[in-house]
C-alpha cells in the first residue's frame, strides 16, 4: 500500500517534470483545439461541442471535456480551471457546503471540493509548477473561485504556458521532481541528500512552491500511468500494477480520491478519445 510516501503521510495522490505526467492519456499527446485562442470566445469557446468525453494531454496540462455526473469530494495535486460548456455556468461545492456558481471557476491545489452534475463541463487540469500556473494564482484567491476571466478558455491558451517552468520554482525542488518522476520508490533521504536538501526542507519547499506535497505530487503521477494503461486496453488489475498502486481497489480509492470519479466513470473516455488523442499527437 501506499500510505507513506517520501517521509509524509498521505491518504490513499502531480505531475511530470517536463509538464507531461497530467492525468489521463498519453504524455504529450495534445489535440489541436479548433477554436480561437482568447478569453472573450464565451463560455464554449474551448469545447468542439456536445459529443463522446475527451480527454487530451500536453505539456504541462491535461484536460476533460464532456458530461458529468456527480463527483465524490477529493483533492487535486493541480490547478482545476473549469469552464462552463453546455450551460451558463458550472458548479463547486466546497468542503464548508458553499456553492461556487460561474462561468469559469478555479479550484487551487489541495482544496477539497466537488464539482455538481453537468450535462457538459470542459475542465483543465494544470500541473502546479508551469508557467501557466503562475496566471492562476496571481488572478484567484486560494480555494475555490469565481473567474469570469477564463470563460473563454481553449487549449492553445493553456499549451505555451505549460510548456514552461513556473517563475522562481528553486532549481533543487525541480531536480528532486525529475527523480521521483524518473523512480518513484526512492527514500526522501535519499533523494533530498541527492539535491543537497535535508528531508524537513524538501518537504516544505514542495508545499510552498507547489502547494501540494510531494507525495500526492507522485501519486498523481501513478495515477496517470495507471489511467495511461487503461486506455491502452489493460484491465483494472494491470493498470494498477503498472501504476505503482497495490491492486485494483487501491487504483479506485486513488482514482476517487484525486479526481472524485471511479475507474468504471472515466473508461469510456479513456478507452475512445485518449488513445485517438495519442495517434494525432501534435
Known amino acids: 500500500m501506499d500510505g507513506q510516501v517520501c517521509g509524509e503521510e498521505c491518504p490513499v495522490g502531480g505531475p511530470d517534470p517536463d509538464g507531461r505526467g497530467v492525468p489521463f492519456g498519453r504524455p504529450g499527446a495534445a489535440r ?17 461541442g456536445a459529443g463522446a468525453p475527451r480527454f487530451a494531454v500536453g505539456p504541462g ?12 469530494f477529493h483533492r487535486h495535486a493541480t490547478f482545476q480551471v473549469a469552464v462552463a460548456a453546455a450551460a451558463r455556468t458550472v458548479a463547486i461545492d466546497d468542503d464548508t457546503g458553499r456553492r461556487h456558481r460561474g462561468p469559469a ?4 491545489p489541495m482544496v477539497r471540493h ?10 483543465f487540469y494544470v500541473d502546479p509548477h508551469c508557467a501557466f500556473a503562475d496566471r492562476l494564482r496571481a488572478g484567484c484567491a486560494p480555494g475555490v473561485a469565481i473567474a469570469p476571466q477564463w470563460r473563454g478558455l481553449t487549449e492553445r491558451d493553456v499549451r505555451p504556458g505549460g510548456g514552461l517552468p513556473a517563475t522562481g520554482l528553486d532549481p533543487r ?5 525529475a527523480a521521483l518522476a524518473a523512480d518513484g520508490r526512492e527514500p526522501l533521504e535519499g533523494l533530498a541528500a541527492r539535491v543537497g536538501l535535508s528531508p524537513q526542507r524538501l518537504r516544505a519547499l514542495a508545499r510552498r512552491q507547489l502547494g501540494v506535497p510531494l507525495a500526492r505530487w507522485r501519486s498523481w503521477q501513478r495515477l496517470s500511468r495507471a489511467a495511461l494503461a487503461l486506455g ?38 479513456l478507452r475512445g478519445t485518449a ?6 499527437a501534435v
Not at 61 to 72: E, K, M, N, V
Not at 173 to 177: D, E, G, N, S, T
Not at 275 to 280: D, K, M, S, Y
Open 173 to 177: 525542488l525541480r531536480a528532486a521532481m
Open 61 to 72: 496540462y491535461a484536460l476533460y471535456q464532456g458530461p458529468l455526473a456527480d463527483s465524490a
Open 232 to 269: 491502452e486496453g489493460c484491465s483494472l488489475a494491470q493498470a494498477a500494477l503498472a501504476g505503482g498502486f497495490a491492486d485494483q481497489a487501491h487504483l479506485t480509492r486513488w482514482m476517487r480520491e484525486l479526481t472524485g470519479l471511479t475507474p468504471s466513470q472515466v473508461l469510456p473516455a
Open 105 to 108: 471557476l478555479v479550484v487551487a
Open 32 to 48: 489541436a483545439d479548433p477554436a480561437r485562442p482568447g478569453a472573450g470566445g464565451g463560455p464554449a469557446a474551448g469545447a468542439a
Open 275 to 280: 488513445v485517438q488523442a495519442g495517434r494525432r
Open 114 to 123: 466537488r464539482m455538481a452534475p453537468t450535462r457538459e463541463v470542459l475542465t
